[in-house]
């Protein structure tokens, strides 16, 4: 063995045993070095007795608001995470008065979700514990924790804050949030008899992108690609495009083949081209991409996130869906300037638009990146004849407890004889009539 092995394996054994030790990816002090964004309410560090933690934040939020991430705050990682590092994140919470309620959000500096968490508590502390595996290197800044309050006036507190990286026990409680529900049985409904006009289901799946390797796309959009082809199913996909910007030229070849425009079982549709959502745009609180900026920034954006889709891969964009469903009106100006955009989805339904406006009817997560055949059967049950539905999902998101609910209730569906459409394909219907 010669010294330049010897040094060589010296270094991966160092990175590999680095990788393996818990490290801490946020400060001591993290609640006070928070960054604090958004109207309509006051945070403040008080102090804490009884608990692990002697200080937390008492956060007031005085109205519900539009969005969840109007009222939030944040805090960057402030050390490095390798591809495939275990990330544990733990929390602790109490209202202060009445229930809480609050999404807590692990992201990439994309916006792109590591964990996202609906969470309800009452007056007794409760520790929350959240573990995921990191999906690609990430450098120091490149993960922020975020909290998004506005989700209804409310007085709650914040403590007890961490991430850990590697191997090893967070220091916090080992008190883990609640495990998602069980699956339950596919619910055998009525049969609803002859109905003499034609239904479509539309699955709206947000969040697609390339993943950078031999996979092509992130292993839980697979599954869901190949239900869809093993039940000929037609369903969409819209892209965050800047992710579109980097040559991976194994994706494009597969959108190229399976979009419905070259006989394929897929649209793809423009989900923005950051996606971003609770930004700072020039000093100034954004409450989303195509919510809040000014006219040429959301020009810009969509205009970019047009180009780069054609270019990489000679199709056309009919079908938009903003980041969080959030398009103001000059949101809505952009889209009106964009001849080749038909559809747009769980769009404004008031607004003065010459697309086709699909809105929202029941739906498919409970919460985001949750699914349950109870839950979904509790409205649905009450629409069996509708005309059409689009249904929202984040398949990144989903466990495998929500994809088989998914399966679930697209048996519901098959046994009420829906036709699984394409919402250009379903436009094109409408057109036709």
Not at 381 to 408: C, I, K
Request: glycine share 8%; hydrophobic share 40%.
């Amino acid at each position: 063995m010669n010294i330049r092995n010897i040094i060589l394996g010296f270094l991966c054994i160092t990175a590999f045993a680095y990788s393996q030790t818990a490290r801490h990816l946020f400060p001591g002090n993290a609640l006070e070095a928070a960054a604090a964004v958004g109207a309509d309410g006051k945070m403040k560090m008080i102090d804490i007795a009884g608990q692990p933690f002697p200080k937390a934040m008492a956060v007031s939020v005085a109205a519900k608001t539009k969005n969840p991430w109007d009222m939030q705050c944040m805090i960057p990682s402030i050390d490095a995470v390798t591809a495939g590092e275990k990330l544990t994140l733990t929390v602790s919470l109490r209202a202060a008065s009445g229930n809480g309620y609050i999404v807590i959000k692990l992201q990439d500096d994309k916006n792109m979700a590591l964990i996202r968490q609906d969470v309800k508590f009452d007056g007794a502390w409760k520790v929350f514990t959240f573990t995921t595996n990191a999906p690609a290197n990430h450098p120091k800044g490149g993960l922020t924790l975020a909290f998004f309050l506005g989700m209804q006036q409310q007085e709650i507190e914040i403590g007890g804050i961490s991430l850990v990286a590697g191997a090893g026990d967070a220091a916090a409680p080992a008190v883990t949030a609640p495990a998602p529900a069980a699956p339950t049985e596919a619910i055998s409904l009525p049969p609803l008899g002859d109905i003499a006009y034609r239904r479509f289901v539309m699955f709206k799946f947000d969040d697609f992108k390339p993943a950078g390797n031999k996979t092509v796309f992130h292993a839980r959009f697979r599954r869901v690609v190949d239900h869809a082809l093993s039940n000929n199913m037609h369903v969409s996909f819209g892209i965050i495009c800047n992710s579109l910007e980097a040559d991976d030229e194994p994706f494009m070849n597969w959108a190229k083949s399976n979009s419905v425009d070259n006989g394929g079982s897929f649209e793809f549709w423009h989900h923005g081209y950051t996606h971003g959502m609770g930004f700072t745009l020039d000093g100034a609180k954004m409450s989303a991409e195509f919510s809040g900026p000014p006219y040429e920034y959301q020009s810009s954006n969509f205009s970019r996130a047009m180009k780069v889709y054609n270019e990489k891969t000679g199709l056309t964009f009919h079908t938009f869906g903003s980041a969080g469903n959030a398009t103001d009106t000059t949101g809505v100006k952009v889209l009106e300037e964009n001849p080749d955009i038909k559809v747009w989805l769980y769009g404004d339904t008031k607004a003065k638009s010459s697309k086709l406006v699909l809105g929202r009817t029941a739906n498919l997560e409970y919460a985001v990146g949750k699914v349950a055949t109870d839950k979904f059967i509790k409205n649905y049950q009450w629409q069996r004849t509708n005309e059409y539905f689009v249904l929202q999902g984040h398949p990144a998101m989903w466990t495998d407890e929500s994809w088989a609910e998914y399966t679930r209730i697209v048996e519901v569906l098959k046994t009420d004889k829906f036709e699984f459409v394409t919402p250009y394909e379903f436009y094109s219907f409408k057109q036709q009539k």
